[in-house]
């Protein structure tokens, strides 16, 4: 579970309606969450209900239309200016002619690091992900799973405490997937970060997390927020346990729900 019980993201009575040539589109509509220090809080609902818009509000990719949100007690847009967050996309959007280190020194060499600091914090992240020796490797050289580990180094690499990710194994297979979800939780727990994780896949959502939030379709609202009671170490044969499939069991039937408010 979370350390602490500081606040890192609050929204209140969140909302966002995008203009478009068919007229208003409602994304978001009185969505009230508090994400807490060291959470990891996934997101899930169907295509289209907003996870991935709640996920660009935190980082000032989007603008909310009405209500608020603070992110460590700043605007979203103060956050963003003070690098309070990284943020790893669905695809792994590296550099092709760029090298592994190279990428992941971006932020870096945008903010200004002396450069003997950015090779330390290149070593450091590679290795807390496990990529130690492809630095000279480029993005076309590593594999799929490779190329996001590399993504979620570029995003530790300035050590924000506050690490959102959009669906970022998606389009793995699920051997990979499963490695990966392993290693995220390594990594969370050796970090501390506060991780906000948008996912399609409930067994994910219920392995990773220590909450889960339910989502509606459009307009996208929050219909649970489910507290894991898992223990923090978790292997993956924990998915065949009386205790993660009741977790299992709660969500899908809040999706359900959720879709009963279609009209």
Known sequence: MSNTNETVVAASDLGLTFDTNDGPVTALTSVNLDIRKGDFVSFIGPSGCGKTTFLRVIADLEKPTSGTISVNGMTPEQARHKRAYGYVFQASALYPWRTIEKNIALPLEIMGYPRGEQIARIHRTLDLVNLTGFEKKYPWQLSGGMQQRASIARALAFDADLLLMDEPFGALDEIVRDHLNEELLKLWSATQKTICFVTHSIPEAVYLSTRIVVMSPRPGRVTD???????????????????????????????????????
């Open 225 to 263: 927020v489910i507290e894991s009671t898992l223990p923090k170490e978790r292997p993956l044969d924990i998915r065949e346990t009386p205790e993660f499939l009741e977790i299992a069991h709660r969500v899908r039937e809040g999706l359900r729900a959720g879709h009963s408010y279609e009209l």
